[in-house]
Antibody, heavy 123, light 107 residues
Framework: EVQLVESGGGLVQPGGSLRLSCAAS????????MHWVRQAPGKGLVWVSR????????SYADSVKGRFTISRDNAKNTLYLQMNSLRVEDTAVYYC????????????????WGQGTLVTVSS | DIQMTQSPSSLSASVGDRVTITCRAS??????LNWYQQKPGKAPKLLIF???SLQSGVPSRFSGSGSGTDFTLTISSLQPEDFATYFC?????????FGQGTKVEIK
């Protein structure tokens, strides 16, 4: 069974840092692009960041650029999101999601998704 | 950046009804359009990719159509488990934007 399990969320003060993890299983993690998508309480879905299969390329939403860093460890089948200089508006459920496979030509669709981890930024 | 606009924002329907949700892109995205279903407290689930391709395991009452800027998600006969929020998403360019969602409620 293809599965993604996020962890690392919690309550943090503005200006603080948090590192999210996403453990993948049931598929060949190393050949897929991976994404983070967030959803503020009661709001819609917002793409945050992506990393390609061989870790040579990343991209970010403007709202997190320079503050968040996406990374992956293909040996451990794990995706990460390092979040620094957190703001109140970063409060959301953060989902990791699998994108397209290397060479497929289509990478920006999301299937499956993890269950999400809640990040709350508040003083 | 490409903006995605869904309509309506919410709708009320009965079991057995035919339901149509529309999604419009601010510029042409060819067929790079995906649809997701999200139930309360759960992660989104991919229903349709590339505008009209049904994801494996998704019931055939769901269908997608369109290309360019205008797209449609249709549920041919609404079932109790279909009451949820539906999001469109463009995968044509970065950032891959989502529509604001359409909540399908029980009439």
């Amino acid at each position: 069974e293809v599965q993604l399990v996020e962890s690392g969320g919690g309550l943090v003060q503005p200006g603080g840092s948090l590192r999210l993890s996403c453990a993948a299983s049931g598929f060949t993690f190393s050949i897929y692009w991976m994404h983070w998508v967030r959803q503020a309480p009661g709001k819609g879905l917002v793409w945050v960041s992506r990393i390609n299969s061989d870790v040579s390329s990343t991209s970010y939403a403007d709202s997190v650029k320079g503050r968040f860093t996406i990374s992956r460890d293909n040996a451990k089948n794990t995706l990460y999101l390092q979040m620094n200089s957190l703001r109140v508006e970063d409060t959301a459920v953060y989902y990791c999601a699998r994108g397209g496979a290397k060479g497929s030509g289509s990478y920006f669709w999301f299937d499956p998704w993890g269950q999400g981890t809640l990040v709350t930024v508040s003083s | 950046d490409i903006q995605m606009t869904q309509s309506p924002s919410s709708l009320s329907a009965s079991v057995g009804d035919r339901v149509t949700i529309t999604c419009r892109a601010s510029q042409s995205i060819s067929s790079y359009l995906n649809w997701y279903q999200q139930k309360p407290g759960k992660a989104p689930k991919l229903l349709i990719f590339a505008a009209s391709s049904l994801q494996s395991g998704v019931p055939s009452r769901f269908s997608g159509s369109g290309s360019g800027t205008d797209f449609t998600l249709t549920i041919s006969s609404l079932q109790p488990e279909d009451f949820a929020t539906y999001f469109c998403q463009q995968s044509y360019s970065t950032p891959p934007a989502f529509g604001q969602g359409t909540k399908v409620e029980i009439k």
